[in-house]
């Protein structure tokens, strides 16, 4: 016969195991979820964190595309404003030579301007008109055509402007010596003279060989007649040298 308590006892050991078992599975299952909620959490955070970088970088990239795009039309506009300045500065600079070759063929296509030296005249003498002594004069040097001599003056054929001026060398001994420029022109059907210019020498005493020489700017009108004279000295002796006394007109516009 079988006994009864021995397999009694024989069968609770399976029952204490199982129960251990349950637990053991338990804990583990409840493991395994705190696990896999961690891990779930962790996959989240990953995720947002992938996102996030995608992001950036996609932002980034758009940036430095657009970045780039602009470059090349602020460089393309630089070039293009560089290429406008460029030629404006050689237009530029064509027009401001073609304004001095201009200039140059205007000045060179324009009248010399005129002028007349006197020098006296060695093969006459002084004249004298009552206490005015006259010098006779012949042309040293000329060039143009509106200044001439007539009669023993100097006559202005062009309103301008002029450069005057006349010398004379005296040899006489006396207190004072010198000369004077003359313009005569007709007004309201009477000539009358003008005088322009004066010089006048104190010459010391025993002194000889004195030079007097007066220079003058002056405005002169078509017809004017210009004469040199020497005044209150009719017994006055004068140098006829060419480089002692001269008489001349320089137009100067």
């Known amino acids: ?124 003498q002084p004249e004298r008109r009552g206490n005015i002594t006259v010098i006779p004069w012949t042309v040293s040097a000329q060039r143009g055509n509106t200044i001439s001599q007539r009669e023993n003056r100097i006559v202005v054929q062009e309103d301008g402007y002029y450069l005057v001026f006349g010398q004379v060398l005296f040899q006489s001994q006396s207190t004072v010596m010198g000369h004077v420029i003359q313009s005569w022109s007709s007004t309201e059907g009477e000539t009358r003279p003008t005088e322009l210019l004066r010089c006048l020498q104190d010459i010391t005493e025993g002194a000889y060989d004195n030079t007097c020489y007066t220079a003058g700017t002056v405005h002169l009108l078509l017809g004017e007649e210009l004469e040199m004279m020497i005044p209150c000295r009719p017994s006055a002796l004068i140098s006829l040298e060419a480089d002692s006394t001269f008489f001349g007109v320089i137009q100067l516009n």
């Open 1 to 124: 016969m079988c006994d009864l308590t021995h397999l009694s006892s024989w069968g609770n050991i399976p029952s204490a195991g199982l129960t251990m078992l349950y637990n053991a599975l338990f804990s583990l299952t409840a493991i395994m979820f705190c696990l896999s909620l961690f891990l779930a959490h962790r996959v989240s955070v990953l995720e947002k964190d992938f996102q996030k970088l995608r992001g950036d970088t996609s932002q980034q990239l758009n940036q430095q595309r657009s970045e780039g795009v602009h470059g090349k039309l602020a460089k393309t506009s630089k070039t293009r404003e560089g290429m406008k300045q460029s030629v404006f500065q050689r237009a530029q600079s064509s027009l401001e030579s073609f304004s001095r070759r201009v200039k140059r063929e205007q000045s060179s296509c324009r009248a010399p301007l005129s002028f007349l030296q006197l020098r006296a005249n060695t093969n006459k």
